[in-house]
């Protein structure tokens, strides 16, 4: 402790210094948990991108929903999601991933033949937040390239990973005109326990509402959301839904 001429005693310049040291790095502490949740909240949110437009789900009134299905496509889970498509004459748009569409042409060709929209979910499923403009390109060209090679001429718009962006995919697809597309109903449980088809059927029917974009994974042999696409399909055209492709919703 430090004295003055008056014998009162005040902390010594080291301790000032110290405190003043732990204040600075309890405030950088604090700004960089700020950043790290502001980060991860851009990267997670399905209605909002940096750059570019995007697309969650469509405001109507009309009872009308897209129904879209990510990754592969895979051959040997083709009959169990096609059949039901067909069976039911509803059109759905696939995110398929570049290295399936060249692993998997015949799923491919029935995919096109039925009269499904084809949307591009980068080469191999990476995430795309903290990416380079170069590997942006290296996901989404040969893709591209990859579905018209199959013969498909439609629209195609463009459905990150699990919905992840943060800076370049954003700017890439702004630069090059083109449409984010997630989801605004996705209820496939990824926590590894078991879920039933009809816990799924459920919550996907009960969070569907006008202008949904509702997401499935069926590939890779997920019975349970294979199974569930029929029943979420009935249950939805009992209440009165309407089933068009992405680019039919945003119309």
Do not use: C
């Amino acid at each position: 402790m430090s004295q003055n001429s008056s014998g009162t005693q005040y902390p010594s310049r080291r301790k000032r210094r110290r405190k003043k040291l732990v204040v600075a790095v309890a405030v950088i502490v604090v700004l960089l948990l700020v950043i790290s949740y502001g980060t991860k909240r851009v990267i997670q949110t399905r209605s909002w991108q940096i750059a570019g437009e995007l697309v969650s789900r469509v405001e109507t009134d009309e009872k009308v929903v897209a129904l879209t299905f990510d990754d592969g496509p895979t051959d040997a889970d083709a009959d169990a999601v096609l059949d039901v498509l067909e069976d039911r004459d509803v059109p759905a748009t696939f995110y398929v991933n570049g290295k399936d569409v060249e692993g998997n042409p015949t799923t491919m060709q029935r995919i096109i033949d039925d009269g499904h929209e084809i949307g591009n979910h980068t080469w191999s499923h990476r995430s795309m937040a903290f990416v380079s403009p170069e590997t942006v390109a290296e996901e989404i060209e040969p893709t591209d390239e990859a579905i018209r090679a199959t013969g498909y001429d439609g629209p195609l718009t463009f459905r990150p990973p699990h919905g992840k962006k943060l800076l370049t995919l954003p700017l890439y697809l702004a630069e090059h005109g083109r449409l984010t597309v997630t989801w605004d109903v996705a209820y496939e449980d990824w926590s590894g326990d078991p879920q039933s088809t009809g816990d799924l059927v459920s919550a996907t029917v009960e969070n569907t509402r006008p202008g949904s974009i509702i997401l499935l994974h069926p590939w890779f042999g997920r019975t349970a959301t294979q199974e569930a696409i029929g029943p979420v399909i009935d249950q939805l055209k009992e209440q009165g839904y309407r089933f068009v492709t992405v680019s039919e919703l945003i119309g």
